[in-house]
């Protein structure tokens, strides 16, 4: 059976369930007109209907609908399509017979669907002739009631309508002195308060969006009074702001004010200015004139306009608590029901502001699955399941590298396996880029912690093993590595801490980028090419801090399994600042021009980890390792440890196997040893 023809099988018995989006679809048109056209349509109403235009809203009424037999039924759909409703009473509003057919519905969709607004307008009648039907509504409805062609139970359904829109706060146009030009302003600014924040672009493929969104929506307490703080941490390319896009699309409109300040980092970072321009962009979506009139007042300028309104607040990508701060984000300042939401990478950036806590999820396997299929392959498009699945085992989870590799796929279907060679080497670009920004944001001593981890120590590792092997004077380990679980570079399980895959292999690419040409002048050195490359052309320098070989992933054994290599002890020589060897590799033989003794070769006086399958010498008699916590032999031509006695002042795990064919040892000391 063909794979992929199952694979598309299998998609498509899945297609009903693969893009699980939210509930979060805006109405058609901002407004519907409900008047009197033989009234005020010519006049007044054309004049407002002008107005709105220029101001983006979008308008539907009678007069915009296809005529035919359905008009009825066209009609319900543009009320039923429409977000808010202008009702404008004029004197001789209650003689139309479709103005009065119109508010019924008006009236029946503002119970029967959520986020509808209605605004009535009083234009020259007062509110209580509406509600009570006096004066002219009085005189019309006499009329409809004499008229034998309508029914009695039509009639009471006009009443009821008027009734409750009657009783509705809306605009009282009756003192404006004729002034229509006011009129129309008022009524404009005050839709414009009334209408929903433009629904925000979440993604052409969101899957399984919808249940990530709806677990934020519980997070954040809806039918909660409080004020929350709701930070949504995670790595980049999780799709923290895909998801809050979706929440806000489907909450804002529950919310007096909605904000929605995207990409902070980006925009904001290495600007002099940065508060004012952040402060200034804030106000702006704020209120609609978004001036600051000086460089003091633009937290009290935000303070004043959330005042008394219940806000829903986005603050996308905070890489500082300082961007709050320039904000004068202070829960307690904000009105009763508000919710602020910071997305971040990295948890010190919330300060010590009280908030609760959301934590995105990877995708898993079948999401990630889904996902790559949908971007990569038309709906009738064979997949290749193996491609398919070795991608995404390599993917992480991550939404963003399925999208950026999809994209890059896409440009080479013909030639599939060569591109997914390459990206297993190197990868690409913009997912390197967009995962490096926490990285880059750590200290001088973070960084190289966190590279240490990323280029030498694989899987689940203990922390207090990593304490001791990577301890520097001055400096606390335990405080650093809680720093890179903070900005999710690191993860904790317990009393260990791992790497993501995705994220292990950014720390090696920075690596790599040190000399993309020469290995040798890296800080680290990984993989069997580079490794056997430097050792051959001793080309290798006292940048080096690390050097790793062995099968950790299947693309290295791929590489190992290539060619046998005979390589020269004395290339360590250049190597004098080595902290951390790890040597496993059957294929690779060592050779000397000092046979009789090779631990002249080198000096690791600064090693810390040592590890070498095969070890080549006889004796770790002249070798200097007096900073050596660790020493793995397995398999090596040791056949005495050192003569005398040996002082360690630190704890010293030793592992030897096969020591002369016949002793095997493993002791791990918290304190001195002494060893004979």
Not at 81 to 108: G, K, T
Not at 588 to 603: E, I, K, P, T, V
């Amino acid at each position: 059976m063909d794979p992929s023809s199952s694979a598309k099988r299998q998609r498509d018995a899945n297609s009903d369930d693969e893009l699980e989006q939210p509930n979060c679809k805006r109405p058609k048109n901002d407004v519907f007109m409900n008047y009197s056209y033989e009234d005020i349509g010519k006049q007044f109403i054309s004049h407002l209907q002008g107005a709105l235009s220029r101001r983006g809203f979008t308008i539907s009424d009678h007069t915009m609908l296809p005529a035919g037999q359905d008009m009825h039924l066209h009609l319900l759909k543009a009320i039923e399509e429409s977000e808010i409703y202008v009702v404008v009473f004029s004197n001789n509003y209650a003689s139309s017979v479709r103005s009065l057919d119109e508010l019924v519905n008006i009236m029946d969709c503002l119970g029967k669907f959520e986020q509808r607004k209605i605004l009535p307008v009083f234009y020259k009648v007062e509110p209580s002739d509406v509600r009570s039907q006096e004066g002219s509504f009085k005189e019309a409805f006499q009329a409809h009631e004499a008229n034998e062609d309508i029914d009695s139970e039509r009639v009471q359904k006009w009443k009821q309508a008027l009734k409750e829109a009657g009783q509705l706060c809306g605009q009282d146009l009756t003192l404006q002195n004729g002034d229509e030009g006011k009129c129309v302003l008022k009524i404009v600014k005050q839709l414009e308060k009334m209408q929903s924040p433009q629904e925000l672009h979440v993604a052409d493929h969101p899957v399984v969006l919808g249940s990530r969104a709806e677990e934020l929506i519980s997070t954040l307490r809806l039918d909660c009074d409080d004020v929350l703080v709701v930070a949504v941490f995670g790595i980049s390319g999780i799709g923290k702001t895909t998801i809050v896009k979706a929440t806000y699309n489907k909450t804002s409109s529950y919310f007096d004010v909605s904000c929605f300040l995207e990409d902070i980092n980006r925009r904001y970072n290495g600007r002099n200015d940065w508060k004012f321009k952040l402060q200034k962009d804030l106000i702006s979506q704020l209120n609609k004139d978004g001036k600051v009139n000086s460089r003091l007042d633009g937290v009290s300028k935000i303070q004043n306009l959330l005042r008394r309104k219940k806000t829903l607040l986005v603050l996308d990508d905070v890489d500082h608590f300082k961007r709050l701060e320039g904000l004068g984000i202070d829960p307690l300042r904000f009105y009763k029901g508000s919710r602020i939401i910071v997305t971040t990478r990295d948890v010190d950036s919330l300060g010590g502001i009280p908030h609760t806590s959301y934590h995105t999820r990877l995708l898993n396997q079948r999401e990630s699955r889904k996902l790559f299929i949908r971007l990569m392959f038309a709906r009738d498009e064979p997949v290749h399941a193996k491609f398919v699945e070795e991608v995404v085992a390599r993917a992480g989870g991550l939404p963003l590298v399925l999208k950026v590799w999809s994209r890059h796929f896409t440009q080479y279907k013909e030639h599939l396996p060569a591109a997914l060679k390459t990206l297993k080497q190197i990868p690409h670009g913009d997912v390197q880029k967009q995962l490096q920004m926490s990285f880059d944001s750590l200290s001088p001593e973070a960084k190289n912690l966190f590279l240490d981890i990323a280029c030498f120590f694989n899987g689940f590792i203990n922390k207090g093993f990593l304490i001791k092997v990577l301890s520097v004077e001055g400096l606390c380990l335990d405080f650093e590595i809680e720093k890179l679980a903070h900005k999710f570079l690191v993860e904790k399980h317990g009393t260990c801490v791992s790497l993501p895959d995705v994220i292990m292999k950014m720390g090696r690419e920075v690596v790599r980028q040190e000399n993309t040409e020469e290995p040798g002048q890296r800080t680290r050195l990984m993989g069997h090419r580079d490794v056997v490359r430097v050792f051959r052309e001793y080309s290798g320098t006292d940048s080096v801090r690390s050097i790793q070989l062995g099968y950790t992933y299947p693309d290295e054994m791929e590489e190992v399994m290539e060619e046998e290599a005979t390589v020269q002890l004395e290339a360590f020589k250049k190597m004098s600042n080595l902290r951390f060897i790890k040597l496993h590799n059957s294929k690779l033989h060592w050779s000397s021009s000092s046979n009789d003794d090779m631990s002249a070769c080198f000096s690791f006086k600064h090693v810390k980890y040592l590890e070498w399958e095969g070890f080549p010498c006889k004796s770790l008699d002249n070798i200097d390792m007096g900073n050596v916590v660790v020493i793995k032999l397995r398999h090596s031509k040791l056949e005495k440890l050192w003569e005398g006695v040996k002082v360690r002042s630190f704890s010293f795990l030793i592992s030897l196997y096969d020591l002369c064919y016949t002793l095997a040892v493993a002791i791990t000391y918290p304190l001195n040893i002494f060893l004979l």
